[in-house]
């Protein structure tokens, strides 16, 4: 938005917020925008993070909100497109008025929609855009979405560990997904760097439902172990597909395969599966045993990855404006100043989530720093139809 | 006024990009040419700019000059100009539906060549595309010239010997033939302006979106362009450019309703999560009751006779 | 390569190719008769996956307007898969009647029928996901009973496995074309679809109600492609509301390939397609998906009428 | 209307107005056609002679008048009824179902019909008067010669059992001596009891197997008559037998 437009729209913010003092704004709601995939093909993605968000909403204000203060989420569609993404961020923007937004789902989204907050001047909060490069996008611009560097390695250790002979790695992933695309460099970098044999890499789509020609090539590839990059229901479906053709080695699953929805598609044999979490159910703490408690109640299951880390968004900007409002009261604050202030507080905080303790790095500022990460093993009951996590390290 | 536009002005500047769109894909129409490859070279000159602007030019400080932002479009024009005669000259063989699957067989393609190469950046894409303007809406200073533009060619083009032989070959080709119109040269250059305009719209897109990957310019571009074509109205030029504003508006219009106050919570709720439900109805129901598109000829010519004489229209 | 890898590919691709050939029955069958491409073909396919899984009194998901409901009835697989088939069909003729009789009796541009097809589409797997949410769905396991998960039709030392789902596919694709083969040549039905198919003034001047056949082809073409969503989604889930849109660009593909509305054709198609895809060596993988769409444009510019099919006449 | 004091007409046309967008095809036509009788209708290319038929089997639609059928209105009824009802017609350009065998054309001729005894007995009463589709029973429509074709279009149509024949140009694109064996089984047609309304451009010849005929100009009806009155009619003579 330029200057010559942001100023009378300032003045109007301001003169409203004024207003507002003198009607006991005090009790009205933050606005922090949602903006996530709840149409098109990502909805899948969407649909969880909007469950997380919901929680999170319910449960911070039950404590009191912002110091007292409830907060309300605002949902603008993003869509599975960067057009929708950047409509809804700027619906959030300038009509809703939002002092923070959470999403798009996408990196490829992000990429888009993150310049216009840029512009703005308003922080965004990333919750599954993993790709490279989505804090570079600009100041203002963060993320609770861990890239995979760190866990990804870690998978494989754990692999190594349970089997001792591994040599020969085939990697497998969707070539049309961003997340995965970013997932498996990181994979490729760290076979090479334990000294493994990568024999083939095969790509499929995110949209592909049959494999057995890359089965069949990683099976003629004799490897000792199988690394997947995808999403949840083209990662299940490999999975299913790889041992129903009599794959009998080790798999890693990327961060992609981290949900409870894999379950239902590849059944008892997803059995085995090392998955690189940068979420964990399992993970003991307070606030994961509350958020975990939660939805339990409401799906019956445990609470895949994109729900916890929209609950993250939105914690993470609960106890940024709490913590921003002890310093300088946010009701005397105008939206610009609030959004500008806001950011700086969320990258200056520490944040005790779902998701284990974690910061954000000064530079490139936004950047997660997450203390916990996971490999945890998928063990599936003897039916098939339920399963669960248990840590490897 | 100046907090709708701080709101839309995003949604304002696609509009008319769209309403370009529309035009590359009604120019081979006019001849009866069902392409659906387009959305290839918008990809195409999406990739050209992205590429120019991030690894040729490297990025400095402030804004990015406007003139290369021009030169990016003339090399996507000329480039998409290139590709279009490699493709169209085999592809203009081919009719109807024939012609719409060979061009959409392209697109997908050049789709998965985009995601193999490592200048395109894979499915990530290319990212931090520079901005040569300071706000969204100066993008109208380089986008409603170039709609003119296109709409001045498409009109001229209609009402001259061209175009009169480009609507010769939609009626009848054969007959377009015999007439001594030669059917190949005056389709491959229809198509091929409309693969240059495509370009160019990809190019100024390509900054205007901030970003470029392979999910630009897809099959589903093709078929949103085919819908603004024909619900807006294949027999004049201004049916494309009102239905690409008019399509490209409505999702985000019925966002907008959802928002406006008053509304019973369930209408609301409905409004924005089946917004696709009502935008597909509402594509149906268009061509059910405008089954030449919301302007035809016909309707302009009464339009301007209105004015006239009221007398001779009746 | 050895001959195990060969047969390994071989019944790959055919494993492959039979998926994209019932997908394609159904889609080639409306192009024979309307000479127009029926984008709501892989909305219905998908809808029949759904109702398949709700007539089994599976539990739906945990987003969408249904969340958490269940149909209070609990039908065996084979019936719920029938019952799933049938749903389609009525939700073909429901496209049909909306979609695509209200232009025929106006003589609208047939190219709008694509548009409107494409609207109905976008509205369709909209209402599937406001209705049953985004996420993936799966059948009950077993749902025909104890079989193995994969057959061997190589040696024990050397296997050559293909999965049981897959063969169940091939086996159904192939009765379906045989049972549509026999229909449309050897019944009164047939002879009149293949009227109306080749010239719809004549067919009428006959006095076939070629309106009320044209309604029949899409029961049929709606009844194929809730078997086929189902079988498909046996095989691989039924992956979310998108499902069956996924397969209708690749599906434009077999039945060019085949010759548009060609019904034996259609088949060849899948099958060459699956075999083409299967045969990509595996370092040019990455390339794989352009193999279709590089089939269908090759073939496009040497042989319009697809590899089977005699010239048509061209409509749309 | 016209002449005569006889029965009710078996066709009639009242005041029938179509036209294609805003190009008016007929205007104001009425005429009718009496059981038993061979009717023609002649004119130059273009003045609707094709439309007239095609509008008596319902496949264009209706602007203004009515068409009545055995004393019913048939304006609203599809094609397929009047079939149903009587009416057959060999279209314009014999529009054979060129993918189907000679005897599938032919059983889709009887389309309408259910009784199966009756209907094979009609297929062998067709190959009896058309000698030469007999032999090629099996063969695909398509691949028969111009004449063959005008043979299995007017056996085609005759196996609804028609009490109306509507031929839309027999003789089109046919050699004289071909030209000369279709209206030989007009004539038998005729002698046979069928009621046929005969569009031809070669109006001699129309005329001369005709009972009455009408003359279409631009679409408008112009002169009317015995067809013998208007072999002699200086008008017609000079426009359309010179």
């Not at chain 2, 700019?49 to 000059?65: E, H, M, Q």
């Not at chain 3, 045989?178 to 109306?196: D, E, Q, Y």
């Not at chain 4, 004119?43 to 094709?50: D, L, Y």
């Amino acid at each position: 938005m330029s200057r010559r437009l942001a100023s009378p729209v300032t003045i109007v913010s301001l003169i409203a917020v004024l207003c507002g003092a003198l009607v006991g704004h005090a009790a009205d709601p933050i606005p922090i925008g949602v903006s996530v995939a709840q149409t098109g093909p990502v909805a899948l993605a969407g649909q969880e993070q909007v469950l997380g968000a919901q929680i999170a909403e319910e449960y911070f204000n039950k404590r009191g909100g912002v110091n007292g203060r409830p907060f309300k989420l605002i949902f603008q569609d993003a869509g599975s497109d960067e057009a929708t993404a950047i409509n809804a961020y700027q619906n959030q923007i300038n009509v809703a008025k939002v002092v923070a937004i959470i999403g798009p789902s996408l990196s490829q989204q992000m990429f888009a929609a993150g310049p216009f907050a840029v512009r703005a001047k308003l922080p965004v909060l990333g919750i599954s855009t993993t790709a490279k490069g989505i804090p570079q996008v600009g100041e203002f611009v963060s993320r609770v979405s861990a890239p995979v560097a760190i866990v990804a390695p870690n998978a494989i250790k754990a692999a190594m560990d349970i089997n001792k002979n591994i040599k020969r790695v085939v990697v497998l992933y969707a070539q049309n997904d961003a997340f995965s695309k970013s997932e498996t460099e990181t994979f490729q970098q760290a076979v090479k760097d334990l000294h493994l044999e990568l024999v083939t890499v095969q790509t499929f789509q995110t949209t592909d439902t049959d494999f057995t020609a890359q089965v069949t090539n990683t099976l003629n590839a004799k490897p000792d172990l199988v690394i997947i990059s995808g999403l949840q229901v083209d990662g299940a479906n490999l999975v299913k597909q790889l041992r129903e053709l009599a794959y009998k080695g080790l798999i890693v699953g990327g961060n992609g395969l981290n949900t409870t929805n894999i379950i239902p598609i590849c059944k008892a044999l997803c059995d085995g599966i090392l998955v690189a979490q940068a979420y964990s159910p399992e993970y003991k703490s307070k606030i994961n045993d509350d958020f975990k408690g939660i939805y339990k109640d409401r799906q019956k299951k445990d609470p895949p990855q994109f729900s916890a880390q929209a609950f993250t968004g939105v914690q993470v900007f609960v106890e940024a404006l709490g913590a921003l409002d002890k310093k300088s009261p946010i009701a005397k604050m105008d939206l610009a100043a609030l959004r500008v202030e806001l950011n700086k507080q969320l990258i200056a905080g520490t944040y005790d989530t779902p998701l284990g303790e974690i910061s954000f790095k000064a530079s490139p500022g936004g950047e997660i720093v997450q203390k916990q990460s996971y490999v945890a093993q998928i063990k599936m009951d003897p039916g098939g139809t339920s399963g669960k996590w248990v840590y490897v390290k | 006024m100046p907090a709708f536009l701080a709101a839309y002005d995003f949604l304002l500047v696609s509009m008319v990009l769209a309403a370009v769109l529309a035009l590359s894909l009604y120019l081979p129409l006019m001849a009866g040419q069902l392409s659906l490859a387009s959305p290839g070279f918008y990809a195409l000159g999406g990739y050209i700019a992205a590429i120019i602007s991030t690894k040729v030019f490297p990025p400095a400080a402030g804004l990015y000059p406007v003139p290369l932002v021009l030169l990016e479009m003339a090399v996507a024009a000329v480039a998409s100009g290139v590709l279009g005669v490699i493709v169209g000259v085999p592809a203009l063989r081919l009719r109807g539906i024939f012609l719409a699957l060979a061009t959409i067989a392209f697109v997908e393609i050049l789709r998965v060549i985009s995601l193999n190469l490592d200048v395109t950046g894979g499915a990530i894409g290319i990212f931090g595309v520079p901005q040569p303007f300071a706000s969204q809406i100066h993008y109208m200073s380089l986008a409603i010239p170039l709609l003119v533009l296109c709409m001045l060619f498409a009109a001229r083009l209609e009402r001259s010997r061209t175009g009169r032989a480009l609507v010769a070959l939609r009626e009848d080709e054969l007959a377009a033939d015999a007439m001594g119109v030669n059917p190949t040269r005056y389709k491959v250059l229809a198509f091929t302006v409309g693969a240059m305009i495509a370009g160019v719209v990809g190019a100024l897109s390509a900054h205007f979106i901030n970003t470029w990957n392979s999910r630009q310019g897809t099959f589903d571009t093709g078929v949103s362009l085919m819908a603004f074509v024909l619900i807006g109205g294949s027999r004049t030029f201004v049916g494309p450019v009102v239905g690409g504003l008019v399509l490209t508006a409505l999702p985000e219009a019925l966002r907008g309703i959802a928002d406006v106050g008053g509304l019973p919570g369930w209408l609301a709720q409905f409004l924005r999560d089946g917004r696709l439900i009502i935008f597909g109805v509402m594509i149906a129901l268009g061509t059910v009751f405008f089954p030449h598109g919301l302007i035809t000829p016909a309707l302009l010519e009464r339009l301007g006779r209105g004015r006239r004489h009221r007398v001779e229209a009746a | 390569m050895s001959s195990s890898l060969l047969l390994q590919q071989v019944l790959n691709g055919l494993a492959i190719g039979s998926v994209y050939a019932i997908f394609a029955l159904g889609y080639t069958l409306i192009f024979s008769i309307l000479r127009i491409i029926n984008f709501t073909h892989g909305a219905i396919f998908t809808l029949g996956a759904y109702a398949t899984y709700a007539l089994t009194g599976a539990r739906f998901g945990f987003n969408g307007l249904l969340a958490n409901a269940a149909l209070p009835l609990h039908l065996p697989f084979v019936l719920a898969l029938i019952g799933g088939a049938l749903f389609a069909a009525v939700s073909g003729v429901i496209v049909e009647r909306l979609a695509f009789r209200p232009l025929r009796t106006r003589g609208s541009d047939p190219l709008l029928t694509l548009v409107s097809s494409l609207g109905v589409a976008v509205a369709l797997v909209n209402v599937i996901q406001y209705l049953f949410g985004a996420e993936a769905y799966s059948y009950p396991a077993d749902p025909f009973g104890q079989l193995p998960s994969a057959m061997n039709f190589g040696t024990s030392t050397e296997p050559v496995l293909v999965r049981t789902v897959q063969v169940i596919i091939f086996g159904v694709s192939m009765v379906v074309l045989a049972l549509l083969t026999v229909l449309m040549n050897a019944t009164r039905t047939g002879k009149a679809l293949r009227a109306v198919a080749e010239d719809t003034v004549t067919a009428s001047l006959l006095g076939i109600n070629t309106d009320r056949l044209i309604l029949l082809t899409f029961v049929i073409s709606g009844f194929l492609g809730g078997v086929s969503g189902t079988l498909i989604g046996l095989s691989v889930g039924i992956a979310g509301p998108y499902f069956g849109i996924a397969f209708g660009l690749k599906g434009l593909a077999v039945i060019v390939l085949g010759g548009l509305g060609d019904i034996p054709g259609a088949v060849v198609g899948g099958l060459l397609i699956g075999l083409a895809e299967s045969f990509v060596p595996a370092q040019y993988i990455a390339y794989r998906e352009a193999v279709p769409f590089a089939l269908l444009f090759v073939v496009l510019l040497l042989r319009p009428q697809g590899l089977l099919g005699r010239a048509v006449v061209q409509k749309v | 209307m016209s002449a005569g004091a006889t029965p009710a007409p078996l066709l009639a046309l009242d005041d029938l107005s179509i036209h294609y967008g805003r190009v008016q095809a007929l205007e104001h036509v009425s005429l009718d056609v009496r059981a038993g009788e061979v009717v023609t209708l002649i004119g130059a290319n273009g003045a609707g002679k094709s439309t007239t038929l095609r509008s008596i089997s319902r496949i264009v639609p209706i602007h203004r008048g009515r068409i009545a059928f055995d004393g019913r209105d048939i304006s609203g009824v599809r094609p397929s009824d009047a079939v149903r009802m009587g009416i057959a017609q060999v279209p314009e350009g014999r529009r054979m179902l060129a993918r189907q065998s000679v005897l599938d054309n032919l059983l889709l001729g009887a389309y309408t019909r259910s009784d199966s005894a009756g209907i094979q007995a009609d297929v062998e009463r067709q190959f009896v008067r058309f000698p030469r589709l007999a032999e090629r029973r099996r063969q695909l429509a398509g691949t028969l010669s111009g004449g063959e074709q005008q043979m299995l279009a007017i056996a085609r149509a005759l196996m609804s059992r028609p009490r109306l024949l509507l031929l839309d140009e027999p003789s089109l694109g046919l050699a004289p001596l071909i030209v000369r064996g279709i209206f030989d089984i007009i004539r038998e047609l005729h002698a046979a009891g069928v009621t046929i309304l005969l569009v031809e451009q070669n109006a001699s010849l129309a005329l001369q197997i005709a009972d009455r005929a009408y003359v279409l100009e631009a679409g408008r009806l112009t002169i009317s008559g015995h067809a013998a009155e208007l072999l002699t009619d200086e008008r017609v003579r000079r426009a359309y037998l010179g």
